[in-house]
């Protein structure tokens, strides 16, 4: 609550932005998602049992920004990437419910980008790394593993520095806009980004792959203001 107030006192005039003049019908979903490791300290008070958990947050951009969450994790972490995986997990969930909700109204998407300044959940999430953990972990990693292999999502490695979801995660986070995101800079950081596999070596060939499997209900066929010949589309 207290960063929440914060920010609002720093920004009081910043409104939430959705801007679609440049998407020419194509919209899609950008995640970012971060978690700090055991940044809870203990607590005097032997009932309270938060200490050393992390907390994780994620923020969800379609056109601007759809979802944001911050919240300290229910299990204490054993390592920075299990604290980053957790806050994969809950983003992917989040991704996957607006995706579903899009679908009704005519888009799919498909491997939709999931930020994460972690190398170790990404590899792990992508299968090319092993994963010893509990079985709690065990899911996390196994559900995310089936959704990048479903297609639903490919996660992108993000400097700490540039992770907007840094925000949610840590008391005194870096002075980030999370509202100034737009699409050139989104590009840039898929670029860079990106980890290689054997179907996907270079950025194009993701583009290429994203393009053929999506389906955009509202993509723009003509310029603005050129009248269709079809007098029944609209």
Known sequence: ???????????????LTFDATNAEGC?????????????????????????RKSN????????????????????????????????????????????????????????TPLFCDNISAIQQTMG???CKASRHVE????????????????PFYIDTNENVADVFTKPKAKDIDIFNMSQGRINQLLKNGMRKTEEINTFKDYESLVLTNEIQGFKRTRSPGEVSENTNEY
């Not at 609550?1 to 409104?15: A, E, F, H, T």
């Open 1 to 15: 609550l207290k960063k929440v107030i914060g920010y609002l006192k720093k920004y009081p005039n910043k409104p």
């Open 27 to 51: 919209a899609r979903i950008y995640a970012f998602s971060d978690s700090d490791f055991a940044g809870l300290p203990l607590s005097e008070d032997i009932k309270d049992r938060s200490g």
């Open 56 to 111: 994780y947050g994620f923020i969800i951009y379609f056109l601007g920004p759809t979802s944001w969450k911050s919240k300290l994790a229910n299990n204490v972490a054993t390592s920075t990437a299990y604290a980053e995986t957790v806050a994969m997990f809950h983003t992917a969930k989040e991704i996957k419910s607006q995706a579903l909700l899009l679908e009704e109204i005519g888009i799919k998407l498909n491997r």
């Open 128 to 130: 090319l790394e092993s």
């Open 139 to 154: 899911i996390c990693y196994s559900w995310l593993r089936e959704q990048y292999h479903n297609q639903e999502i490919t």
